[in-house]
T-cell receptor, first 114, second 109 residues
Framework: EADIYQTPRYLVIGTGKKITLECSQT?????MYWYQQDPGMELHLIHY???????EKGDLSSESTVSRIRTEHFPLTLESARPSHTSQYLC?????????????FGSGTRLTVV | GIQVEQSPPDLILQEGANSTLRCNFS?????LQWFHQNPWGQLINLFY???GTKQNGRLSATTVATERYSLLYISSSQTTDSGVYFC???????????FGTGTRLLVSP
């Protein structure tokens, strides 16, 4: 079944640690996105990718970085986690076609930095 | 960039009631979508509707592009409809959606 997977689902980590949030999709979508969401609030785009070797920063400034070496994989890395990074991170993907099922979200990673 | 506003911010319903959620956007759009975020945080795509009307079971949506608003109708609400409903839109060639602040719906039995 085509889907988009995020790991870990929950992560509690100490200040200063390096972390990578994983996102993979099996739908062959060319476009992928990372959104950040504080509890009960709207989603903000922090990174997106047109395709392999293409990454851009989103509308919300973020200290995280991303890479897109393979179509299906779009990991997000924080070099030195801080308590201000505590949030939910949602990965999504879409196709070129504007269809009802073209935009799919993963289950998210809830990050807590202590 | 485009601005997306949703109303009401919160809504409490008895099971079986109907409701209408509104989304206003500040500019013409080439992509508008409605999402439901369940209490566990999972976002589900409900409708892609930059214009016109669509229906899916008890849910339907209408977008009047010329007047820059979209409506999501929920009929015969169920407790499983609880969660946050987000409207998101874009007017760029790339599908970078801008999300509204959401409508938090609680359906009580």
């Amino acid at each position: 079944e085509a889907d988009i997977y995020q790991t870990p689902r929950y992560l509690v980590i100490g200040t200063g640690k390096k972390i990578t949030l994983e996102c993979s999709q099996t739908m062959g979508h060319d476009k992928m996105y990372w959104y950040q969401q504080d509890p009960g609030m709207e989603l903000h785009l922090i990174h997106y990718s047109y395709g392999v070797n293409s990454t851009e920063k989103g509308d919300l400034s973020s200290e995280s970085t991303v890479s897109r070496i393979r179509t299906e994989h779009f990991p997000l890395t924080l070099e030195s986690a801080r308590p201000s990074h505590t949030s939910q991170y949602l990965c999504a993907s879409s196709t070129d076609g504007f269809s009802n099922y073209g935009y799919t979200f993963g289950s998210g990673t809830r990050l807590t930095v202590v | 960039g485009i601005q997306v506003e949703q109303s009401p911010p919160d809504l409490i319903l008895q099971e079986g009631a109907n409701s209408t959620l509104r989304c206003n956007f500040s500019d013409s759009v080439n992509n508008l979508q409605w999402f439901h975020q369940n209490p566990w945080g999972q976002l589900i795509n409900l409708f892609y509707i930059p214009s016109g009307t669509k229906q899916n079971g008890r849910l339907s949506a209408t977008t009047v592009a010329t007047e820059r608003y979209s409506l999501l109708y929920i009929s015969s609400s169920q407790t499983t409809d609880s969660g946050v409903y987000f409207c998101a839109a874009t007017n760029t060639g790339f599908q970078k959606l801008v999300f509204g602040t959401g409508t938090r719906l609680l359906v009580s039995p």
